[in-house]
Structure formats: C-alpha cells, structure tokens
C-alpha cells in the first residue's frame, strides 16, 4: 500500500484520490486553495498535485523537498521540470475527461491510457488501476496534449456547431448521435483514411457550396463557415493523402447569380464573403497536400 497526499481538491485531483483508494491505496489528505503545502511530501510515499497546469511549477516550488517521497503531477502538457527542486519526479496524465468526481473515478478504472513519464511509480499506478502505461518524454510533450486537445475538446466544440445547424433545421443533436458514434468507431477500426465519406472526401463542390449557403444564413456565420471551410480543407488533405492519383481539380460551380464559385477558386460572391478568410487556410491546406502527394 503507497500513502499519497494530493494537493488541489479539484475534479482530477478526487477523482484519482477515490481511484486509488478503491485499489488499496491510502490517501491521508487533499490540500486546497490556502492550505498550508510546504511539508505535504513529507511522512507520505507521494504527493500528488492536481493544480491547474499553469500553477503546477509554483506550487510544487513551495514544497519543501523529500527524498523519499515521489512528486508527481497529473498535467498532460507539463514536462518534469515543473516539479523542480524534488529529486523523485513523474507524471501520471489520463487520456479521458474527467467531469465529475464519480464519473472520474470510474472512468480512470476502466482501463485507459495513462501518459507516464519519470519515476517507475507512475507506470505501476496506471497498472494498478486497470490501465495502459504509455511512456511520453518531456520532448513530445506538447505534441501529445495537442493531440490530446484535438480528440476531445476539439471535437466537443464541433459537436457544438452540429447542435447549432441541426436546430436551423429543427432537429436536436441527439438526432446524430449514431452517425457521431459509427464514424467514430470506423475511424478508430479502419483508420480516418479509409473511414472518410461525405462530399470533400468525394470532390463534390457543389454540394459544398450549398453547405456553405447554409451556413451563411446563421447566426455568427463567419464563426460556422471558417470552421466549415476548416474542416473541409483537413477532409480533403486527409483524401488526398491517401490516392494522390485521384487528385482532381474542384470544378467552378455556377451560382444563381450567373457567376461562378468554388472552395479552391475563391467563391468570392458576397454572400459568402464571411467565409471568405477560412477560404484562404482551407487553400492552404489542400495545397499543402498536394506538393506532400
């Protein structure tokens, strides 16, 4: 049994004190906001801190120092420098949302990812809650929380803006939510290369511009089309990334006023111009596909 103290009583720091206890561990106290912390690695095997990232480093700086206990942070963008002067430093960062007390604690059981880094005892914490210990160094550090940053906030975000163009057509979001689920899951089984449907994977501009007609018709529609545009520039270098062969030029699409629009070509009618900047970084990117293809 390893005694822990935690410092930061917040949804991370309980939810991996309730965890751990559940599995034998004793944990003899969470310090919050106030709390005196200059001997909390003291008389304890580790002490955990469960601070906002951008507090780790000072708070850890008023730690007074112990050599047997093992200091560590639950950060998923913080290298083990944060944790200076302590001479035995991990970090131990879950790869799943914690949004409550409960739900943390059942979830960090269920045999997810755990990004270790230092000393051993991160990696036999995540064996002994169930998990899978994935080493990160300090070096892909930022890398890994961006990737991290993409596959869940990102993507909460984005099914936020499918909420707000579900409900200008009537519908809730929980109308999508098997659609969500079975292109998540082909992606996760396939691979998103090969999991890819929907008109920018196919070239089919015209229905594209209609999306985007659409879209210029809400609330805030330069906010909805530059994420729009975003993500049609990512289908396609995604697509193109895959069958550089089957490369095609999108073809000018004819508007209703007699002229002519395309994503690549510009689409430069005005009611489409709140779009417009998000057209330039979807360019970019499918460019940048074609001189990698």
Same mark, same amino acid.
């Given at each position: 049994?390893?005694?822990?103290?935690?410092?930061?009583?917040?949804?991370?720091?309980?939810?991996?004190?309730?965890?751990?206890?559940?599995?034998?561990?004793?944990?003899?106290?969470?310090?919050?906001?106030?709390?005196?912390?200059?001997?909390?690695?003291?008389?304890?095997?580790?002490?955990?801190?469960?601070? &906002?990232?951008?507090?780790?480093?000072?708070?850890?700086?008023?730690?007074?120092?112990?050599?047997?206990?093992?200091?560590?942070?639950?950060?998923?963008?913080?290298?083990?420098?944060?944790?200076?002067?302590?001479?035995?430093?991990?970090?131990?960062?879950?790869?799943? &949302?914690? &949004?409550?007390?409960?739900?943390?604690?059942?979830?960090?059981?269920?045999?997810?990812?755990?990004?270790?880094?230092?000393?051993?005892?991160?990696?036999?914490?995540?064996? /002994?809650?169930?998990?899978?210990?994935?080493?990160?160094? $300090?070096?892909?550090?930022?890398?890994?929380?961006?990737?991290?940053?993409?596959?869940?906030?990102?993507?909460?975000?984005?099914?936020?803006?499918?909420?707000?163009?579900?409900?200008?057509?009537?519908?809730?979001? $929980?109308?999508?939510?098997?659609?969500?689920?079975?292109?998540?899951?082909?992606?996760?089984?396939?691979?998103?290369?090969?999991?890819?449907?929907? !008109?920018?994977?196919?070239?089919?501009?015209?229905?594209?511009?209609?999306?985007?007609?659409?879209?210029?018709?809400?609330?805030?529609?330069?906010?909805?089309?530059?994420?729009?545009?975003?993500?049609?520039?990512?289908?396609?270098?995604?697509?193109?990334?895959?069958?550089?062969?089957?490369?095609?030029? !999108?073809?000018?699409?004819?508007?209703?006023?007699?002229?002519?629009?395309?994503?690549?070509?510009?689409?430069? $009618?005005?009611?489409?111009? !709140?779009?417009?900047?998000?057209?330039?970084?979807?360019?970019?990117?499918?460019?940048?596909? /074609?001189?990698?293809?």
């Amino acid at each position: 049994m390893t005694t822990f103290r935690v410092i930061g009583p917040g949804r991370a720091g309980s939810s991996l004190a309730a965890a751990l206890c559940e599995v034998g561990h004793r944990v003899v106290g969470i310090l919050g906001r106030g709390d005196p912390v200059e001997g909390a690695a003291h008389g304890v095997d580790a002490l955990v801190v469960a601070t &906002p990232d951008d507090t780790v480093a000072e708070v850890a700086a008023r730690v007074a120092p112990s050599d047997g206990a093992v200091v560590l942070h639950l950060s998923g963008s913080l290298g083990l420098d944060a944790l200076a002067p302590h001479p035995r430093r991990a970090s131990l960062h879950p790869l799943v &949302p914690l &949004p409550s007390v409960e739900v943390g604690r059942a979830r960090l059981r269920s045999g997810v990812p755990f990004a270790v880094a230092g000393d051993p005892l991160a990696g036999r914490l995540a064996a /002994e809650l169930g998990g899978r210990a994935v080493e990160v160094g $300090d070096e892909q550090r930022t890398a890994y929380h961006a990737a991290a940053a993409i596959a869940a906030n990102h993507l909460v975000a984005l099914l936020g803006q499918v909420e707000r163009v579900a409900a200008s057509a009537g519908l809730p979001l $929980d109308a999508f939510a098997d659609l969500v689920r079975a292109a998540t899951d082909d992606a996760l089984a396939l691979g998103p290369r090969a999991a890819l449907t929907g !008109p920018a994977s196919r070239g089919d501009w015209r229905t594209i511009e209609r999306h985007r007609r659409a879209l210029a018709e809400l609330p805030a529609p330069r906010t909805e089309l530059a994420a729009y545009d975003a993500m049609v520039g990512l289908a396609r270098r995604l697509r193109l990334d895959t069958a550089p062969s089957m490369v095609v030029a !999108p073809p000018a699409v004819s508007t209703a006023a007699g002229g002519t629009a395309g994503l690549v070509d510009g689409a430069e $009618d005005a009611d489409l111009t !709140p779009g417009g900047d998000a057209l330039a970084v979807a360019r970019d990117v499918v460019a940048s596909s /074609e001189q990698v293809a």
